[in-house]
């Protein structure tokens, strides 16, 4: 029987069965008398054991039959539960995620599991296990990763692109970059290793692939095959300039080798021996390569239908287009002034409306994806750092863009991380300042207009504001005269500055000085912000601000001078029309007053430096715009409507652009630059 058929539902309910095991292990550990939560992970673990059993995953089968022998005696009250043994298990779900995410990859599920299969038999005997700290764990992980890349494999292309090469008189060099243990945005780091690379020459492949480093599904190290004209000491001075790269090792390529792995079969092996071909050159094809071939194509499961992102990112592209051209034809229709052509187009807008829906839809991802691991990561950060921390979940069911759920996990793991390490004091600590021992941080979620805000809450020590300039000046990212000129909440934004970091000492969580300015990067980069407001001794709350959907906004177009601008509509209060005798002047800032609030003006023809006419106008078209709870007023010259419209980047040589998030070409082909009303606001 082809069990391959099985396999995507086999992955599907392994990772659900697993996460179970987790949520319940955290109830578990506040909980120990509960022996129906003991029973609840019990039947998880049972289930896992059979289906990995039945699809031939047999590692899988027994590290779940240890765990399950484990939880038996739990059950039975003939093991005590203690932190040592929690540790242990939470080891081995663990592990089993990491073969299932291997299994999931395409793998053969493999894993060295020896050390907690050691420590499970040690429980089983009611004796007390010794366990090992992260940077154990992930220091052994490290090694065996070593162990699995040794082989490496080139199909004919990669081979013959490689000879060429050589011939040409480049050198084949096979790079394995570690990165350190506490790095964070491992993605980044790869990202900023290629860049350096591929200044240098031609990257021929990497392992793991691309795809799988993009979404950061590796440990701490990765390998790459380049070609280049530089020596290898060259290029480990290179790799060595991108921060936490902790190890380079550099081999150059034996072609040779490589062709025989390339073009070697079984059968040949005796011929080969024959004419002098020395064995060690040969490399078969290993059972789990074998599977990992059967593996490749994945069947879809018959409750869901399971499509790339890449489909979807094509069919978004394809509708942004179709919205443009119906922008077109409603342009054309108003020009042409035809009943027929009026209706045709009403219909098109109508069908196009609620494809659009659909569409967005179909990308909207719950944040609970990204969410479900911190409380795991949470609980063992706070045993490294001996420290009682309550983590508080709420709103987790709110839905984001694929493209955005798939970015924020990291700066969400950097800021939890920060909370943990710089805002929660330690019990002790706690107690003398009259709080409750175990410090709480709370995780929230919810949509407000288009956009989607993720706050976390701590009722830790808060950010010492003297502390923290005086880092800053030690470091010359300020000066004492722009010192005595910033606000608090200035002041809180400068441990964003790239380097920046309060921790005197460095440890396996912080001190380092990466991290929170990468954070924000990562975070602006999705059209969002992140904003910091803190109480000394009462807590912190970094506010998160995404946008719903990168695509599709909108708008209310406006027109200045001869030249268009769009507005997005979620941070419009009102339009309004506004006599000049009706303009104040307060604090060299012109202002009205708009229901009993001074609300400033902003000339947008000055920001923008759009020549004007001579003619004095005796009434002002303005735009009320909202930042929180900031208000501004956008003087514009005219009001041309409502639409909607597709936001496209100004490309890599715009990025500058003051208080300009984006560009759309209209119907009538002109481009309209879209305001970012969050830079105008301050």
């Known amino acids: 029987m082809d069990m391959n058929q099985y396999l995507e539902v086999f992955i599907e309910e392994s990772k659900e069965h697993l996460q179970t095991a987790s949520e319940q292990l955290l109830v578990l550990e506040k909980n120990p008398e509960d022996l129906s939560i003991v029973n609840e992970i019990f039947r998880s673990a049972h289930t896992l054991k059979g289906m990995s059993a039945t699809m031939g995953y047999e590692d899988l089968a027994n590290l779940t039959h240890k765990m399950e022998n484990v939880l038996d005696a739990i059950r039975n009250c003939q093991i005590i539960l203690t932190p040592e043994v929690f540790d242990v298990i939470f080891l081995a779900v663990d592990d089993l995620e990491a073969m299932v995410m291997s299994i999931a990859e395409g793998g053969d599920g493999k894993r060295n599991v020896s050390q907690v299969v050691h420590q499970l038999d040690v429980i089983e005997k009611g004796e007390s296990p010794v366990t090992s700290s992260a940077a154990e764990v992930a220091a052994t992980s490290a090694v065996l990763d070593r162990e699995e890349m040794t082989d490496r494999e080139y199909d004919e292309f990669e081979w013959t692109v490689l000879q060429q090469s050589n011939e040409q008189g480049f050198n084949s060099f096979e790079i394995t970059i570690e990165l350190r243990a506490d790095c964070l945005l491992k993605a980044a780091r790869v990202f900023m290793v290629f860049e350096v690379l591929e200044k240098s020459g031609e990257v021929i492949k990497s392992h793991p692939p691309v795809e799988l480093l993009e979404e950061e599904q590796f440990d701490q190290q990765f390998t790459v095959t380049m070609i280049t004209k530089e020596s290898s000491e060259e290029i480990q001075k290179k790799i060595m300039k991108v921060s936490e790269v902790d190890n380079i090792v550099i081999h150059t390529l034996d072609l040779e080798g490589v062709r025989h792995a390339v073009n070697i079969k079984e059968d040949q092996i005796a011929e080969l021996a024959n004419k002098g071909i020395e064995a060690e050159h040969v490399m078969l094809p290993s059972d789990s390569t074998e599977k990992k071939k059967q593996q490749s194509v994945k069947p879809a499961s018959s409750k869901t239908i399971r499509v790339n992102i890449e489909r979807l990112d094509i069919l978004m592209n394809l509708f942004e287009e179709l919205v443009i051209d119906r922008g077109r034809l409603d342009q054309i229709s108003n020009d042409l002034d035809n009943q027929e052509l009026h209706e045709t187009v009403e219909r098109m807008s109508r069908i196009t409306s609620d494809l659009q829906t659909i569409v967005l839809n179909m990308r909207m991802v719950p944040v609970?994806?990204?969410?479900?691991?911190?409380?795991?990561?949470?609980?063992?950060?706070?045993?490294?750092?001996?420290?009682?921390?309550?983590?508080?979940?709420t709103g987790a069911e709110t839905e984001l863009d694929r493209t955005v759920i798939d970015e924020i996990g990291d700066p969400l793991v950097h800021l939890l991380r920060n909370a943990m390490d710089h805002g929660i004091e330690a019990p002790e600590e706690r107690l003398a300042?009259?709080?409750?021992?175990?410090?709480?941080?709370?995780?929230k979620a919810y949509h407000s207009g288009n956009h989607v805000f993720i706050e976390i809450d701590d009722d830790g020590a808060g950010i010492n504001k003297e502390r923290v300039l005086n880092k800053a000046l030690s470091n010359g990212i300020i000066t004492k005269e722009t010192a005595a000129t910033l606000t608090d909440k200035q002041i809180y934004e400068l441990i964003f500055a790239s380097g920046f970091s309060t921790a005197e000492t460095i440890s396996d969580v912080s001190g380092r000085g990466v991290g929170l300015d990468v954070v924000k990067n990562t975070i602006e980069s999705l059209g969002g912000s992140v904003t910091i407001d803190s109480k000394e001794d009462e807590g912190s709350i970094f506010l998160i601000q995404l946008p719903l959907t990168l695509s599709i906004i909108s708008v209310m177009l406006v027109a200045i001078q001869e030249e268009k601008y769009a507005i997005p509509l979620s941070s419009i209060i009102e339009t309004a029309i506004v006599k000049k005798e009706d303009i104040m002047s307060a604090h060299n800032q012109q202002v009205i007053d708009f229901r009993g609030k001074v609300l400033p003006l902003l000339f947008l023809k000055?920001?923008?430096?759009?020549?004007?006419?001579?003619?004095?106008?005796?009434?002002l078209s303005v735009v009320i715009v909202r930042k929180g709870e900031k208000l501004a007023g956008l003087v514009v010259d005219s009001f041309i409507g409502q639409l909607e419209v597709v936001l496209k980047s100004l490309g890599n040589y715009l990025t500058s652009a003051f208080a300009i998030s984006g560009a759309t070409i209209l119907g009538d082909g002109q481009v309209a630059l879209i305001i970012d009303c969050n830079t105008l606001i301050p």
């Open 368 to 393: 609970e994806t990204v969410f479900n691991r911190f409380p795991k990561m949470v609980r063992q950060l706070a045993r490294d750092l001996n420290k009682k921390v309550e983590l508080e979940i």
């Open 433 to 443: 300042k009259g709080k409750n021992e175990e410090g709480e941080i709370q995780l």
């Open 606 to 619: 000055d920001i923008f430096e759009v020549p004007a006419s001579q003619e004095e106008e005796e009434f």
